[in-house]
């Protein structure tokens, strides 16, 4: 018998009172107190609270969800099998959350039903509220409180005491590999580690359904490769799981999947069904002599092409179902590849395909990006990194971090969560004084003349860190005052740009309500108004869908185009392919530098790896090479 089958055994005869008697708080774990206290449900009411009916643990019939005027969720039909993972996909905005929070019983559906067990989500939750596990896309942690507190206070929110409780802590911090960590502070805690805690705090109850709300946004690839191996021995042991994502590589593992558009299901069924609707339309095409970013932009705006990006040193090219021949015969006489379709290729034809209309950064030959200059080992350095050192007391972060950055080219710095890259970014940025080394900017040192080079720089943080109180339009006019743009040259750009990054509906919207996506395009838009010749982005498109990391990425490289610096930190592996160089930082030092290519390829030939290993097995395997060469 698995340890969770053991344990929801052990729960339902041990302690008949985890339904919630009258007075209680729904969710919380309390007992209603004095007279008023009820008898508790018997171990097999409980039982019977939370098991699957034929075979299906949630089923959606005619659910509809309104806030206001806006319908979230417009008359959703779908049944979900127990004991699997079910990937629940889609853009910002699609309504995934709110799916999740009435599958979690916190919130009463405008119309129609969700139900678990056969039973409606809020009477579960107020009945058997351990058989729910929710996590919550900002943790539901408290970050001044260390990781064995945190695990305390969920387990007293759940009722969890004595000798059981302390077993089941002994069990998830061994699970998690949270079991060295157990005094630090939620808060110091890396992004991988943070919802490891967050999945734990959420296991407490030993729950029948676990709801997982986009756990791998903000992740680096090795931590979620362990979240998904946990989440995967959950579900081998009949957890059901539903893991909601906008990373189409996320959800192309799981067994079965329900795809969100505009709070309306897209396709319910296996991730191979709908792949299959764009096989045979997928192609590798060498760049030619033009360059890799040139044939990018020239591909983006071809007729009949639904999806164009960088792979490695190919350009990958969705074509539409109708696409002329004319694109179908450029593709055969560049030497374009018939290549396996995927999840993402699958998503970007049911949405429509690729926005291709041209960049405005992209001024290069005045055509949004068609011109696009190939990168020169005699463009001037604009990012240079000397010896960059930074200790806090005795730990190093980071250890003589040592690269350039020309003109017109994009660099990546990737890293696990808590490797030092953030600390790498952030002296280069002027926002974190080296310990020792030397950086520059455009020419410029930051240790000596920090202003002036912060001024020609543009930064796009990681937190979004416009006001959230004033209207879309007022940020973007302040950020325009505040790099001194002339008034005439404030009201050409703001609707060109408001344009081209999708927000102009939105300029008179209060900040605050905009949806994650509309926020990272007025961050993108706020750090580019002035043109600068340097741009930092610190995770720029973390947790946005698929589409809008493309037009993002039509940006910068028609900005680079035009001659800008881009340095570029980044968890998302196929982000990472648009560098032409990276550098890979691990425990506070840079173990690897090179093309997207050159990292793949020396990673060839390792135990493990694949004939043609992408660039997510290549930074996993240089992880663990690492560690194996230098052992702590």
């Known amino acids: 018998m698995s340890f969770w089958s053991a344990w929801w055994r052990r729960r339902a005869a041990a302690e008949p009172d985890t339904a919630r008697p009258a007075g209680g708080h729904a969710g919380d774990g309390r007992r209603g107190g004095g007279a008023g206290r009820q008898a508790a449900a018997a171990p097999e009411a409980v039982q019977d609270a939370v098991a699957?009916?034929?075979?299906i643990a949630v089923e959606l019939r005619g659910l509809v969800m309104r806030f206001g005027a806006v319908e979230a969720l417009r008359g959703l039909d779908a049944r979900i099998p127990a004991g699997r993972i079910t990937g629940l996909v889609g853009?910002?905005?699609?309504?995934?959350?709110?799916?999740l929070r009435l599958l979690a019983g916190l919130m009463e559906p405008a119309a129609g039903q969700a139900l678990l067990f056969g039973r409606p989500a809020r009477e579960v939750a107020a009945d058997a509220p351990n058989s729910i596990g929710y996590m919550p896309q900002r943790f539901g942690l408290y970050e001044d409180?260390?990781?064995?507190?945190?695990?305390?206070l969920h387990a007293r929110l759940r009722g969890l005491e004595g000798e059981a409780r302390d077993a089941l802590f002994d069990r998830l911090l061994a699970f998690t590999s949270l079991g060295p960590f157990t005094r630090r502070l939620a808060g110091r805690l890396s992004g991988g580690m943070k919802q490891k805690l967050g999945?734990?705090?959420?296991?407490?109850g030993a729950p029948r359904v676990l709801l997982l709300d986009e756990p791998g946004v903000g992740v680096d690839p090795l931590s979620r490769q362990e979240l998904w191996q946990?989440?995967?021995?959950?579900?081998?042991?009949?957890?059901?799981?539903?893991?909601s994502t906008a990373y189409l590589d996320e959800a192309a593992r799981c067994p079965g999947i329900i795809m969100l558009d505009g709070g309306r299901i897209l396709y319910d069924g296996p991730p191979e069904g709908l792949t299959a609707r764009v096989e045979g339309r997928v192609f590798h095409v060498p760049p030619g002599s033009e360059g890799s970013k040139a044939a990018l932009a020239r591909w983006t705006r071809t007729p009949g092409v639904e999806d164009a990006l960088m792979q490695g040193?190919?350009?990958?090219?969705?074509?539409g179902q109708d696409a002329p021949e004319s694109t179908r015969a450029a593709v055969r006489e560049a030497g374009g590849e018939d290549v396996p379709a995927r999840l993402e290729d699958a998503y970007m034809h049911m949405v429509g395909g690729l926005n291709q209309e041209p960049s405005p950064y992209g001024r290069t030959g005045g055509d949004g990006g068609g011109q696009v200059a190939r990168l020169s080992v005699e463009a001037p350095e604009r990012i240079v990194a000397q010896g960059l050192t930074k200790r806090f007391g005795t730990f190093t972060a980071a250890d003589h971090i040592s690269f350039t950055v020309r003109a017109g080219e994009i660099f990546g710095l990737l890293g696990p969560n808590g490797a030092g890259k953030s600390t790498t970014f952030r002296m280069l940025c002027g926002l974190s004084r080296p310990t020792s080394g030397q950086c520059s900017v455009d020419g410029v040192d930051l240790l000596r003349a920090g202003s002036a080079a912060r001024s020609r720089l543009g930064y796009m943080a990681q937190k979004f860190s416009l006001y959230l109180d004033i209207p879309v339009r007022e940020n973007i006019l302040t950020c325009a005052e505040l790099y001194g743009l002339a008034p005439e040259r404030r009201k050409a750009l703001l609707p060109v740009l408001a344009q081209a990054l999708e927000l102009t509906d939105y300029l008179d919207s209060r900040t605050l309500s905009l949806p994650l996506g509309q926020k990272q395009r007025l961050a993108l838009l706020c750090a580019t108004l002035h043109e600068p010749p340097v741009l930092f982005l610190d995770e720029p498109t973390s947790g946005v869908d698929v589409r809008t990391r493309r037009d993002f990425w039509k940006h910068i490289t028609a900005m680079t185009g035009a001659g800008a610096s881009v340095l570029v930190t980044t968890h998302f592996m196929e982000e990472a392919e648009y560098c032409d160089r990276m550098a890979l930082i691990y425990r506070g030092a840079m173990i690897s530098m090179g093309t997207p290519d050159a990292l793949k390829a020396s990673c060839r030939g390792m135990a493990g790896m694949p004939d043609d290993p992408t660039l997510e097995d290549a930074f996993i395997a240089s992880i663990r090479r690492y560690d194996a060469e230098h052992p702590q």
């Not at 946990?230 to 893991?243: K, R």
């Open 91 to 99: 853009p910002d905005g699609a309504g995934k959350t709110t799916l």
């Open 313 to 319: 040193s190919r350009i990958r090219v969705l074509l």
């Open 199 to 204: 999945i734990a705090c959420a296991l407490l």
């Open 52 to 55: 699957p009916q034929d075979g």
């Open 230 to 243: 946990m989440v995967s021995e959950l579900s081998d042991d009949g957890m059901t799981v539903i893991w």
């Open 145 to 152: 409180l260390s990781v064995m507190a945190n695990l305390r």
